[in-house]
């Protein structure tokens, strides 16, 4: 019987050691990606807050999920997020207020595993430009964005997440 509980017991220690190595080789993986994944967001946040956004960052079959209700389409690719870029920075000037933004490692939703893809929280300052008929009208708003990576880097998957309709409601109000 001692023996068979031996054997059970050093089965299970070398089971759990072999998953431990291949979840700590997977987890270090996904954090050299998550580190250079993250310089591109960094760059990413720049460059749309200054309208002036590198698209060579995405993927040619890149998808930005529209989160807002109601969102028909429910998604945009690339050449759309462009052209929705250019109409939202005639309208509207962009100020990141968290410096830096908070960022944090994404996981495989299956796995619970990190995969290189990158979240993060921030503030942003957003100013309804001034017109002949009316002021600059300025509000802020609490967002969350994740970003997914294909195998070459480039931004595959993107979603932003925050109460853009109670913001566009305050801005275009009379109040």
């Not at 908070?102 to 503030?123: E, F, K, M, W």
Request: glycine share 8%.
């Amino acid at each position: 019987m001692k023996t068979i509980l031996s054997i059970f017991c050093i089965a299970i220690f070398l089971t759990g050691c072999k998953d431990e190595v291949a979840l700590g080789e997977y987890n270090y993986k996904g954090h050299e990606d998550f580190e250079t994944n993250s310089e591109t967001v960094l760059k990413n946040l720049k460059g749309f807050q200054e309208e002036n956004l590198d698209y060579s960052m995405y993927a040619e079959d890149f998808i930005m999920q529209d989160t807002g209700f109601g969102a028909d389409p429910d998604s945009l690719n690339l050449a759309q997020m462009q052209e929705y870029d250019k109409q939202l920075w005639a309208t509207y000037d962009f100020k990141m207020l968290t410096d830096p933004p908070s960022l944090l490692p994404g996981v495989d939703a299956d796995t619970r595993i990190p995969n290189g893809s990158v979240r993060h929280y921030s503030d942003w300052e957003v100013t309804k430009v001034a017109t002949d008929s009316t002021p600059a009208k300025s509000g802020i708003i609490s967002l969350y964005e994740t970003f997914d990576f294909d195998e070459n880097g480039k931004i595959l998957d993107q979603a932003v997440y925050g109460d853009f309709g109670g913001l566009m409601q305050y801005l275009h109000s009379d109040q």
